[in-house]
């Protein structure tokens, strides 16, 4: 499935195919952090098809908690919104994690697994019964 997407303020833009099979959520601690969130919600992109359009993502390379492997963090340098994580060095590679938040088709994409659930905040599976606003809160 193409996918079309782009940070907050329009200056990273890119596009990718993905498997919409392949959506997952990720419960680590580095994604809580990261994020700023509970969870972050990712689909993986083969490098052949990850295609940069605009703008030059600012890299900060992880101590990922833990295996203690460096990790690729890619966020846009005037909004801050996180685009994708990969594998240290030059150039392409060979994948891609990219952040589904970013992506227009993202209504169509829906996890079909939790990863690293072991440090989901205990609240996570309960959302559903949460009072609902249609906007803000009020
Ligand atoms: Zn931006
Ligand atoms: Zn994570």
Redo the contacts with the bound molecule.
Sequence with gaps: MKVHGS??????SFEADVDPDKVALCHCTDCQVSTGSAFRTNVPVPGNTFRMLSGEPTIYIKTTAESGNPRTQAF?P??G?SIYSTTPGDGPQASYMVRVGTLRERDKLVPKVQNWFRSAQPWVTAIGALRKNEKGAV
């Design positions: 940070c907050h303020c329009g200056h990273v846009c005037t909004c919104t």
